[in-house]
């Protein structure tokens, strides 16, 4: 229904379009006075005007010229009433259709409805076109939300990206967001445009509970809320003014923020107007957004928490095994002191039963710094801790020893032991010190598993990656292989391990029940510091048996590079460095003479600006025979030193590899050190230039 | 070489300390005790002992300082120093080295390992 407002006070005028009108349901004003003309118009309460050209108060023309934008502004039509042949072309151009004297009801009638039509297809679309710009605009806040949302961890930061959302894509008055943190610790945020009174606040707790149990069936919810528990946060834009209880008249949305069965809270708006269907969807949009983000933030939380429980237990294990390498060992000392001053006579005769029970105490005093041994061992290379000394050295040297320290032991039970020796065996980088380590625990296994007059036979060999049966190799995460390997081999003749206890042997405390075992009386602890210190030679070690026929361990140790070994190093110092504390960081570089050393300049500035982050970063940077020797200590350097090192030395070294003819600087050696806290910047000064003088003789 | 030689035992582990001692005056030697690192020093400086046995964890002075400001002292620094710890690591041994240390010895260790060093410098 549209109202028509005609502009004469002729009677008989009105009553013809009265008239006309009669089978519409429109409604006829009329009205002479202009500003009132204007306001209706103007306030679009009126669907049309209709004029007609005689009316001389007011002057029609001027009239129409004055309603012209508004009418086109609120869509209101101009029907004019003109004579039949009129000359007033001016008022025609202002008018949207006229008709002509004498009026004829019929097109009059439609011309009215035709008019009153177009304008409300034109309402029609213009009202749809500002609820599209209006969607397009919510939007670009959600997209935008969305992605602010997905960059941040915080759950702080993200509550407020969502009310910063919401408040742009819908205007509240006031939102309110109920966060769990636990189930003590719930946070009510409030953001308002004017103050909360006393009241309101406690409704709005109320209300947030309510809401909440609402959400779930009774015997469902996860805890109760307790009103006491809730803590209000509360963000007033202006202070002045202050909501009562009357804004919970509002038209308000509200939506939970929860994956499935997880709950983090509750958003609730309000707001004075009321809130349309696409509001609605870009607030549950926005809801639903917020969760994903929300769940991520406690995720990372909880697994922040973890890791530093993790960290924690870690530090306590450590210092566990400083407890036990220095609180166990010094009881021992005594106790095996004790028993030696016993045993020498030098305190008293010693019976003969006194004797061989003071023995059994001094087998047993050893037996259990032996285990000691064997825990503080695994710790330490499982920790990264153990220092190895990898020097480039035949494995036929160890074997060698091997044969000197058995063959009186495997004499004296009746056992073959037969070394077969490569004599063309390849260089190798090793410890000797550990591989003699590795190489005894498995001869003295092979021995205490063979019966009498059984064989054992140890092998050396050269051999190549394609001779490495990788079945064998069990619980070996992302091997990397070399192509040139060399192998030793300790084969007996003696039970044989069951293939489901093979899997075993490498695992720690994993001793196969085997009453032979017992009486050998192994910790259990030999075979997997053996596979750890293998494994940090780069190399594998793996068991081959059969029940009653024999076992072979073996492994085999890479033939390396000079430049394999200096990258496994140097992997090695950076993934120590990245775990320490204290770090020295070792570059020794050769330099053409006559050439500006970039490198070192570049390192040497950027160290700069990390010495003044950290203190007691120094560096030593002397000249040697045409060599550059750099170290540089960082004590207590931060995560940051170290992956800046890290990264230096990655790009340095990849391009020295792609720019091979132009000029390049080799690092002829690297490493990282880290003693242990509690040492002055000279103590650490000193040991680097001592240890750097060492590797450098040692090397070259 | 009539001298009867003076060895000085400076351990916090009283135990330790008491087997040594008993193993040392049975092998003829005059032993002294010092039970931490301050009266250490102060009776090494009034003894001036043969040789030293020093451990390097110890209350209020520890091995390597007692070492070190004996080294670097002219009337003391021809003492022998066996440093017994029971800690292996290798930064330590070079620390030892470093302040003048002329022995190692890691815990536990055997005693007859340990009088046959003494032998060794005494003997010198």
């Avoid at chain 1, 919970?248 to 929860?258: E, Q, S, T, V």
């Avoid at chain 1, 697994?303 to 530090?315: A, Q, S, V, W």
């Avoid at chain 1, 010693?350 to 064997?374: C, E, Q, Y």
């Avoid at chain 1, 075979?527 to 026929?549: C, D, M, Y």
């Amino acid at each position: 229904m549209s109202k028509i407002l005609l502009v004469s006070n002729d009677e008989t005028k009105k009553n013809i379009i009265s008239k006309a009108l009669s089978k519409s349901t429109n409604a006829l004003l009329t009205s002479t006075d202009e500003q009132s003309i204007i306001n209706y118009v103007e306030k679009g309460q009126v669907g049309m005007i209709i004029v007609d050209e005689d009316t001389k108060d007011p002057d029609i023309l001027i009239l129409c010229k004055k309603l012209h934008s508004a009418a086109i502004k609120a869509n209101v039509a101009i029907l004019a009433v003109v004579n039949q042949n009129t000359d007033n072309t001016e008022l025609l151009k202002f008018a949207n259709v006229y008709v002509t004297k004498p009026i004829n009801e019929k097109i009059l009638a439609s011309c009215i409805n035709g008019s009153l039509k177009l304008k409300k297809a034109i309402d029609t679309l213009s009202m749809n076109n500002s609820e599209l710009a209006k969607s397009l605009y919510q939007l670009d806040v959600l997209y935008n939300t969305s992605t602010q949302l997905a960059g941040s961890l915080d759950k702080q930061k993200l509550i407020n990206i969502m009310i910063d959302g919401l408040e742009k894509s819908l205007s509240f008055s006031l939102s309110c967001v109920l966060v769990f943190n636990d189930e003590h610790n719930i946070d009510l945020i409030i953001n308002s445009l004017y103050g909360i009174s006393p009241r309101l606040e406690h409704s709005l707790k109320l209300r947030a509970i309510l809401s909440y149990r609402a959400l779930f069936d009774k015997k469902r919810i996860p805890y109760d809320i307790n009103i006491n528990d809730i803590k209000v946060i509360k963000n007033i834009k202006h202070p002045i003014e202050e909501y009562d209880l009357n804004i919970l008249k509002f038209d308000n949305l509200f939506a939970p923020i929860n994956i499935g069965e997880k709950f983090f809270g509750l958003i609730e708006v309000f707001r004075e107007n009321d809130y349309t269907q696409e509001d609605t969807t870009c607030f549950q949009t926005l809801a639903r957004q917020v969760s994903l983000p929300l769940e991520n933030a406690s995720l990372y939380e909880e697994i922040k928490n973890t890791n530093t429980k993790l960290e924690k237990l870690e530090r306590l294990k450590s210092e566990f095994i400083s407890i036990v390498s220095h609180e166990l060992r010094t009881p021992l000392t005594a106790i095996k002191n004790s028993l030696e001053i016993c045993l020498s006579g030098k305190a008293g005769e010693v019976s003969a039963i006194t004797d061989k029970f003071l023995n059994m105490a001094k087998r047993n005093v050893t037996r259990l710094s032996g285990i000691i041994n064997d825990l503080l061992d695994l710790s330490k290379v499982e920790a990264g801790k153990m220092d190895f000394k990898f020097e480039k050295s035949n494995i036929n040297t160890p074997v060698e020893f091997m044969k000197n320290t058995f063959e009186n032991v495997a004499k004296d039970k009746k056992i073959e032991l037969i070394f077969e020796k490569d004599d063309d065996i390849a260089q190798t980088y090793i410890d000797n010190q550990r591989i003699e380590q590795v190489m005894s625990n498995l001869i003295s296994n092979a021995i205490k598993f063979t019966n009498e007059n059984g064989k054992i036979i140890v092998k050396t060999e050269n051999i190549q990656e394609n001779d490495i049966n990788k079945n064998c190799l069990i619980g070996v995460e992302n091997p990397i292989f070399y192509p040139n390997y060399v192998k030793v081999s300790v084969q007996d003749s003696g039970i044989g391990i069951a293939l489901e206890d093979q899997r075993k042997v490498f695992d720690q405390f994993q001793q196969i029940e085997n009453s032979l075992n017992r009486q050998a009386g192994g910790t259990g602890l030999g075979l997997p510091i053996a596979k750890q210190l293998i494994e940090a030679h780069k190399g594998f070690i793996w068991v081959e048996s059969e029940l009653n026929r024999g076992t072979t361990f073996s492994f085999v140790i890479p033939v390396l590079s000079e430049k394999d070994k200096f990258l496994i190093d140097f992997d090695k110092d950076i993934a120590k460095a990245k775990t320490c504390s204290h770090t020295i960081l070792f570059l020794l570089i050769e330099e053409p003479q006559n050439v500006k050393d970039s490198f070192i300049e570049d390192i040497k500035r950027d160290k700069i600006s990390i010495i003044r982050k950290t203190s007691n970063t120094k560096e030593i940077f002397y000249e040697e025979e045409g060599k550059n020797y750099l170290a540089i200590t960082m004590p207590e350097a931060d995560k940051f030193a170290q992956s800046f090192i890290e990264k230096k030395i990655e790009s340095f070294l990849c391009s020295s590899e792609e720019k091979q003819d132009s000029k390049k600087y080799d690092i002829l050696y690297s490493t990282v050190l880290f003693p242990d806290k509690g040492k002055d910047a000279q103590d650490l000064m000193d040991i680097s230039k001592e240890l750097l003088k060492h590797k450098v003789e040692a090397n070259f | 070489m009539s001298d009867i030689k003076k060895v000085l035992i400076v351990d916090d582990e009283q135990d330790i300390v008491e087997t040594l001692k008993f193993m040392l005056e049975a092998q003829g030697y005059e032993c002294f005790c010092a039970y931490d690192g301050e009266t250490g020093l102060n009776m090494a400086k009034e003894i001036i002992p043969d040789l030293m046995i020093l451990d390097v964890m110890m209350p209020k002075i520890n091995g390597y300082k007692i070492s070190r400001l004996l080294k670097y002292d002219t009337k003391y620094k021809d003492i022998p120093i066996i440093m017994v710890t029971a800690r292996s690591q290798d930064d330590d041994k070079i620390i030892g080295q470093e302040t003048g240390v002329n022995e190692y010895i890691t815990k536990p260790f055997e005693l007859d390992e340990v009088i046959e060093k003494v032998k060794e410098y005494l003997n010198k």
